[in-house]
């Protein structure tokens, strides 16, 4: 690929990251597509509901743009659930480097179980997945036998609608940071 075709990638991945906060400034319509999408959530996967219930706070970002040749890039806006309430808004971008080709979207939620973990989410300037409390990605047999006593402290992640075709969906490496 020559020079200028390199550019002018990078400037589109970078366009995209860009959008994405200017995107979440109609928050009503954010709010809504995030409850939309965690009572989606909750009606597909048990477990998931389970979480909700003995959660203290849900980030849920209804929609994660990926896109990439070569370099990628992907973000979304998210609503922070507290008791039902809505406390916060995120929003969550990466970029990466390598063999990859393709657009994918999808979304995720984040339940907090742990009061420390919620407040880390919310004292740091930015959060980089993988980095901090510790993050259990749970999968589509997740929550048959979910009780107290088989929840742990930290944070779990259900990955949900995806679509596209790049192969794989993944919240580590992300770096959610609050929209002001």
Request: charged share 15%; hydrophobic share 50%; glycine share 14%.
């Amino acid at each position: 690929m020559n020079r200028l075709m390199k550019m002018l990638l990078a400037l589109a991945i970078t366009g995209l990251l860009a959008a994405q906060p200017a995107m979440a400034a109609d928050e009503h319509v954010l709010d809504q597509d995030a409850a939309a999408a965690l009572k989606s959530l909750y009606s597909n996967h048990s477990g998931a509901k389970a979480l909700g219930d003995k959660a203290i706070g849900i980030l849920v970002f209804p929609n994660i743009t990926k896109a990439g040749f070569i370099l990628g890039a992907q973000g979304g806006a998210g609503t922070l659930f507290e008791k039902g309430k809505i406390t916060g808004h995120y929003h969550a971008g990466a970029l990466s480097v390598g063999m990859q080709a393709g657009v994918q979207s999808y979304g995720y939620a984040l339940f907090f179980m742990a009061a420390q973990d919620l407040a880390y989410l919310k004292k740091t300037s930015g959060w980089s997945l993988g980095v901090g409390p510790s993050i259990v990605v749970a999968d589509a047999g997740f929550g048959k036998d979910v009780s107290s006593m088989t929840l742990q402290k930290g944070i779990y992640a259900f990955i949900f609608d995806q679509s596209g075709l790049m192969a794989g969906a993944g919240v580590v490496g992300q770096k959610i940071s609050r929209l002001k």
